[in-house]
């Protein structure tokens, strides 16, 4: 016997539930236990990065960089990007409007997520840039919103976030340079 019946959970759910978990139209995603080494190692290096570069431009001040941070895209919809720059004034603990940019690190449970899921939710959101990174080949593909579709562009190194700020970032040179070994 099956059951063609399968729950949705809202955001009044999830804050119910004990561990990591992420809410997309209504059906829980469990997180990993904990990232692995490489993968906090790209994280703590896109943090430290991003950080410095948006406090060293004035014109950066409305934008900060954030990771593991909660972000309410709909009732029944809540994401956790690893590395985030918000641009713009919040006050709570958690995110209601779309980041400008999202950095997702792959790993063999979520690679298929990151590369489709969150890729349609984040364009549909409209994330200006999303930028997913292997830690096994130090491989990066950064996407580029435009006219509504993302579209993928490695080369690009000038990331338009908001208003005047503006960050050069040689991200593909960037992670090759990483020492993860």
Known sequence: MTYDFVPLY????????????????????????????????????????????????NSCKDCSVYFELDWIVSNDTIVRPDVMIVCGEFKDDFLKFPPTLVVEILSKATSLKDRHVKHQLYEAQGVKFYILVNPDTQA???????????VQNNTISRFALHGNCELAFDIPAFVQGLKLD
């Open 10 to 57: 809202t955001y009044a759910d999830y804050e119910q539930w004990e561990g990591n978990w992420e809410l997309i139209n209504g059906h829980p995603h469990a997180i990993s236990p904990s990232p692995l080494r490489k993968h906090q190692v790209i994280s703590k290096k896109f943090i430290v990065a991003f950080d410095e570069l948006l406090e060293s431009d």
């Open 140 to 150: 990066t593909e950064i996407f580029e919103l435009v006219n509504g579709e993302y």
